[in-house]
């Protein structure tokens, strides 16, 4: 079942918010998006504090033991992932660790560095960001596909894929390739 601990405050022009998760079932999403099929026990934190109208800070330190996608058709092999992510005034960086047993099968990293102040709110700051970072994979497909979050709707097989980030958070580039063989793509509504 695991447990939330949340505490915030507001007013004084600052909000702040503090999330404790320990071993949270991933299974309670369902509740939000009937059918997504996702399970796994995410222990962690959640940070953020906002002053003003200032870009805000905010840390997320995340693992999810177990992450696995359930559904008609299929069962994904059952993956850890560790993400680490903070965003900071001048700047933002997550990373994320996929592994299955002892193996790491993926990595993420992608930073950004938001506009200086005067270039608009803090919200067109970050969205016209550069962008930079890449994915590395090489893993089961319905890992990957189960981040889309489409209930109903499964992708098995293996999957390898390389890739590079660039351009701004609102228009992001992706160059790089994916390989596949013998995919096989469920759709539990129309039953293909």
């Known amino acids: 079942a695991g447990s939330t601990r949340i505490a915030g405050s507001f ?12 071993r949270l079932n991933l299974s309670m999403l369902s509740a939000f998006v009937p059918n997504l099929g996702i399970s796994g026990a995410v222990t962690g934190s959640l940070d953020y504090r906002q002053q003003g109208s200032a870009i805000p800070a905010a840390d997320a330190r995340l693992t999810i033991a177990g992450f696995q996608r359930t559904g008609l058709a299929a069962v994904s092999e ?19 660790l996929v592994k299955r047993g002892a193996n790491t099968i993926g990595r993420m990293l992608a930073t950004l560095r938001p506009l200086p102040p005067g270039a608009g709110s803090w919200t067109t700051r970050l969205m016209q960001a550069p962008l930079a970072g890449g994915i590395r994979y090489n893993g089961p497909s319905a890992v990957l596909f189960s981040l889309a979050a489409l ?11 390389a890739a590079d980030f660039s351009g701004r958070v609102s228009a992001p580039r992706l160059n790089g390739l994916i390989r596949a063989d013998n995919l096989t793509y469920d759709n539990e509504t129309y039953g293909t």
């Open 11 to 22: 007013g004084g022009g600052v909000t702040a918010a503090q999330a404790r998760l320990d």
């Open 78 to 96: 059952p993956v850890d992932v560790q993400f680490v992510g903070r965003l900071v005034p001048d700047g933002g960086e997550a990373r994320a």
């Open 151 to 161: 209930p109903n709707q499964q992708l098995s097989g293996p999957i390898a894929v």
